[in-house]
């Protein structure tokens, strides 16, 4: 074997670890880091080209050089109810479509919506499972808080009845493992189904919002124009899917994966309890430390062009490692340790950059920051891990399956 194929195979045999981490204490950084080195731009076995530098992903994130989705090309696509759809969700379109419907978007989820009824929403969902678990001994915080209270936010906040939240949150399930690398015919026909039944129980939700709006996210967006017009009830049905799945993903994620983090260093608790306004860097370190999700949406670039020192052909499809770039050493000092009063001019990558920056940021960050304020600091003193982290197999989600605590 040639010294090129050598190297050539040491990047691939990198990636599929990583598709394959087992669920019991993966750790995908040590992979991360010697990817970087050897291949930081590397055009894999899978077809992709996965790159790990932070610049590189800043790059590909801002770059007009390359297009999200090109869901039109896949083979499956007329046969795909999901596929025909997700060209309409925000996080997959493209300028002009693209700037039309975050414009509109935006004068719903402005940000004195948010203050006005997300602090109170938040408050009182977070209080209100924290009690039921407190009535335990034990719990999983992931089952018991982590699926449960972003998925209930969300709800609340959009206007969906309680009733019909336990079957919204199985649909958003079913849509949210389109969000892996290799889209397989399996996942595929489970997003097909949950998109289709979602569609037909959020249109008739939205035309009665047109009919008798209420204070709800939902009626604020079937009522927001501009020049450019109003959201369709397709376009609405479709940022309530994304903010629902998209949302409740990445929330569940931050959640449980940051309740280890956080219970694995009691000194750091100790700290927080005497000075609470602390818990915002603790957030933000966590979405650097621990991305709820490890890759970017896939890009196709338009042209020849370049990321970085690397040349990227017309046509090729590319996706970034966000938990390579959120600890690439060039850009972070130290960037494996978990530092809650890390300066840095340069903000991790989890929430992307440029146009497609993630508009429920600020959301996430509120209910994580409640809810570690509610369960670690003021209800619980004394919680700590009684089993195993389990966590959810692959790495393009970093989150647990399970973990079981004890007050």
């Known amino acids: 074997m040639s010294a090129t194929s050598t190297l050539d195979a040491e990047p691939n045999s990198i990636i599929a670890a990583l598709m394959e981490l087992p669920t019991t204490d993966p750790d995908p950084y040590p992979l991360y880091e010697r990817l970087r080195e050897i291949a930081p731009s590397h055009r894999s076995q899978y077809g992709l080209r996965f790159v790990s530098r932070y610049n590189d992903i800043h790059q590909l994130l801002r770059s007009p ?3 999200i989705g090109m869901f039109e090309g896949d083979p499956r696509y007329d046969a795909s109810p999901w596929l025909q759809n997700a060209s309409d969700f925000l996080a997959f379109s493209n300028p002009p479509k693209h700037d039309r419907l975050r414009a509109l978007v935006s004068r719903a989820f402005t940000q ?53 939240q336990a079957k919204v949150v199985r ?9 892996a690398p290799i889209l397989t015919d399996a996942t595929l026909a489970g997003a097909d189904h949950a998109i289709v039944e979602s569609h037909q129980y959020l249109d008739e939700l939205i035309n009665k919002r047109r009919r008798q709006p209420r204070e709800d996210l939902l009626s604020k967006l079937v009522a927001v124009s501009s020049d450019d017009g109003r959201l369709t009830t397709t376009e609405v049905t479709n940022f309530t899917l994304q903010l629902l799945s998209a949302g409740s993903e990445t929330t569940m994620n931050l959640i449980g994966i940051g309740t280890l983090v ?35 949406t896939l890009r196709t670039a338009t042209v020849d062009t370049t990321l970085g020192d690397h040349r990227i052909e017309q046509g090729e499809v590319v996706t970034g490692l966000v938990g390579a770039g959120n600890r ?39 209910v994580a920051n ?31 399956g399970r973990l079981e605590l004890a007050q």
């Open 328 to 366: 690439d050493p060039a850009i972070f000092i130290d960037p494996n340790v978990f530092d809650t009063g890390r300066e840095s001019e340069r903000p991790p990558l989890t929430f992307g950059s440029g146009i497609h920056y993630c508009l429920g940021a600020a959301l996430v960050k509120g």
């Open 112 to 164: 004195r919506f948010l203050e006005t009824h997300v602090g109170p929403l938040i408050d009182a969902v977070v209080d209100r499972n924290l009690t039921r678990c407190a009535a335990s001994d034990t719990f999983d915080v992931v089952a018991e808080l982590a699926v449960t209270v972003p998925a209930e936010v969300i709800c609340e906040l959009l206007g969906i009845p309680s009733e019909d």
């Open 262 to 296: 956080l219970l694995q260093r009691p000194d750091l608790l100790t700290r927080l309890r005497q000075r609470r306004e602390l818990m915002t860097g603790v957030v933000d370190e966590l979405l650097r430390f621990e991305p709820p999700v490890h890759i970017t």
């Open 370 to 400: 409640r809810l570690f304020r509610g369960l670690l600091i003021e209800r619980f003193p004394t919680l700590h891990i009684t089993g195993e982290a389990v966590y959810r197999p692959g790495f393009w989600v970093r989150g647990l």
């Open 65 to 67: 050089d390359f297009r």
């Open 171 to 179: 649909w958003m399930e079913g849509i949210g493992q389109i969000f």
